[in-house]
């Protein structure tokens, strides 16, 4: 059967009122609408609530809309490891793999790999998504403490971004620096190529202009080597 479908990923919020595998569809028929496009790549059910439509019956509705070509591959976003398990083992019931769960991963925020979301990710061969890959900025290393620089939005006023935190992270925003330097790179594309060396991981970082998007995509097609991959790990143990 061939399921080909437009590139586009988008998600589905399981809001309350969505209590039927009917509403799936229509939830996702608006969504195609919205996008113009007969299918998408991937489609993510946004948050692991439930509410009177049970998991099981979430993922029956998504299987049924792969099978019939709406949907090229079901994912999931913010599942823990055991919530990740019963979707995959419901729609492996329905034939259809869980292709990705996609939660926040960066080198600030390493809970993942300590929660058993990606030892099971790995196991059941699901990617994993890396939302916040840039710790919404931080990694970037443009934000310090002796910058006039401020984040905009409702960073202003997160603790991650107080005087006391950038100077914190000072050790982390200058191996990034180092390590770009010896590859003629930005820091955010070696905070980037760190989670691609994970293995299972794929970060899908925000980008407020078209220079940012550029940079983002230049994350790809080189590696850090073992030697750097360390040092970043090591500086960062503590967020995990
Ligand atoms: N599934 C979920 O529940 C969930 C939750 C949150 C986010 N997400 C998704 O995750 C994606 C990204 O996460 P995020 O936006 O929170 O954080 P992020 O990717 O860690 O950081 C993005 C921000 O960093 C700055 N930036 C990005 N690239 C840069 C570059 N090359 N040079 C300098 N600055 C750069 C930009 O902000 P400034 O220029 O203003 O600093 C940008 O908005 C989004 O697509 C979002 O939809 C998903």
């Not at 099978?67 to 995959?88: D, E, L, P």
């Not at 329905?94 to 300590?114: F, W």
């Not at 890396?130 to 290393?141: H, N």
């Amino acid at each position: 059967m061939n399921y080909s479908c437009n590139k586009a990923a988008t998600k589905y919020f399981p809001l309350p009122w969505r209590f039927s595998q009917q509403s799936v569809a229509d939830a996702l028929s608006a969504s195609l609408d919205r996008l113009q496009v007969a299918s998408v790549a991937l489609y993510q059910v946004h948050w692991p609530l439930s509410f009177l439509l049970s998991q099981q019956d979430l993922m029956q509705a998504l299987a049924a809309e792969v099978k019939r070509g709406r949907i090229g591959a079901v994912g999931v976003s913010n599942y823990s490891a055991s919530q990740m398990r019963q979707a995959h083992g419901y729609l492996a019931e329905q034939g259809v793999p869980l292709a990705v769960n996609q939660v926040q991963y960066s080198l600030l925020n390493r809970k993942i790999e300590t929660s058993g979301v990606m030892a099971t990710a790995r196991e059941l061969g699901v990617t994993i998504l890396a939302y916040s890959p840039l710790a919404q900025g931080l990694l970037t290393g443009k934000y310090t403490p002796d910058s006039d620089l401020k984040p905009a939005g409702a960073r202003r006023i997160s603790p991650s971004f107080s005087q006391e935190n950038l100077t914190k992270l000072k050790p982390i925003i200058q191996a990034l620096k180092e390590i770009g330097q010896e590859h003629g790179r930005t820091s955010a594309q070696v905070a980037l190529n760190w989670l691609v060396a994970q293995g299972n991981v794929l970060p899908i970082p925000g980008a407020k202009n078209a220079r940012q998007a550029a940079q983002n995509a230049g994350s790809l097609g080189w590696q850090l080597t073992i030697d750097e991959l360390d040092q970043l790990d090591r500086l960062t143990q503590d967020y995990r």
